[in-house]
């Protein structure tokens, strides 16, 4: 059975956990039966240590439902921060520290980036030579495997990234290959792939690659994903208004499953029956009154997938 959940949007919650409660009851009235939780949208973080008391409060909130749970750590973290990489890997500590309070299994993480999405206003795009290139992945995969000692009752989920215009390639998870390279150098059972299904067609666009290819290649590490839709179009990393980009097709519109044109069917085919992890509907807070209906054409997509097995 193929669990397919819903995540918590941390701008639309912003710290308020009356949100979130509100939130989570219309998740579980329309039938999600997972949650995937921003711990940065929760507040229980702060500067770089878990917010004990704030992990309670969120606790008790939660014991009034039944969901699974994942948590997505702060899309900052950045394992090959090289200003002050020690906060960063204290933030994803306390990641993981939240995820063992409440009993979550999967923390996603945001692959390392060579050159982090804050600095890209002012940082021109360049090309890393290929030592310095190795000497970061060398870095991270270190730390990861450190954390994943620390943590061997959770699994770190690498995420695949989404391109950008004039800065591209900003990271290595840009491609699925270099991201499998990546978690098979860190060789530990519990670091895996996240597949963002968004970040995946993106990336197929701007690279002219074949995304079904390209997830046959790691379908045996993906442990997690995010599913959401989208048109391909990859924008600059200042374009952020949704209105302006949807009419061309363009941006990370994290869209409901059947709302734009990634081949989300052909992927489910691809990963299913054996992919046995979440399936996490993404989508922007724009798009909540529309979850029942992505979690609709998602269950069909699902049911359809694993009729065909």
């Known amino acids: 059975m193929n669990i397919i959940g819903a995540s918590i949007d941390p701008v639309r919650i912003d710290g308020s956990l009356d949100r979130l409660n509100q939130d989570l009851q219309a998740f579980d009235t329309i039938g999600i039966q997972a949650v995937e939780l921003p711990v940065h949208g929760l507040d229980a973080i702060l500067n770089g240590t878990l917010h004990t008391s704030r992990t309670r409060q969120v606790m008790s909130l939660l014991s009034d439902f039944d969901f699974c749970y994942s948590i997505h750590s702060p899309n900052p973290v950045n394992l090959m921060d090289r200003k002050d990489p020690n906060l960063h890997k204290a933030v994803l500590e306390a990641s993981l520290d939240f995820a063992r309070q409440i009993h979550a299994h999967v923390v996603v ?11 890209f206003a002012i940082t021109p795009a360049r090309s890393l030579t290929a030592s310095e290139q190795h000497r970061m992945l060398e870095a991270e995969a270190q730390l990861l495997k450190d954390l994943a000692g620390q943590y061997p009752d959770l699994m770190i989920a690498l995420e695949n990234a989404r391109p950008y215009l004039s800065q591209s390639p900003y990271t290595y998870a840009e491609h699925l290959g ?14 895996k792939i996240n597949l963002d299904f968004g970040h995946l067609f993106m990336a197929s666009k701007f690279y002219a690659f074949d995304p079904l290819t390209a997830v046959r290649q790691i379908k045996d590490l993906v442990v997690h994903t995010h599913v959401h839709d989208n048109f391909g179009g990859t924008v600059h990393h200042w374009e952020k208004q949704q209105t302006h980009q949807l009419p061309f097709g363009k941006g990370d519109s994290h869209m409901p499953v059947g ?8 992927i489910l085919d ?40």
């Not at 724009?286 to 998602?298: P, Q």
């Open 109 to 119: 993480l945001h692959s390392g980036r060579f050159i982090p999405e804050e600095e």
């Open 259 to 266: 709302f734009g044109q990634i081949p989300i069917q052909a």
């Open 178 to 191: 270099p991201l499998r390279e990546q978690v098979l150098r860190v060789n530990r059972d519990n670091v």
């Open 270 to 309: 691809i990963l299913l029956p054996d992919y046995d992890g979440l399936l996490i509907m993404e989508l922007r807070s724009r798009y909540f009154s529309d979850t029942k209906t992505s979690l609709e054409n998602l269950s069909a997509l699902v049911a359809a997938s694993n009729g065909r097995t």
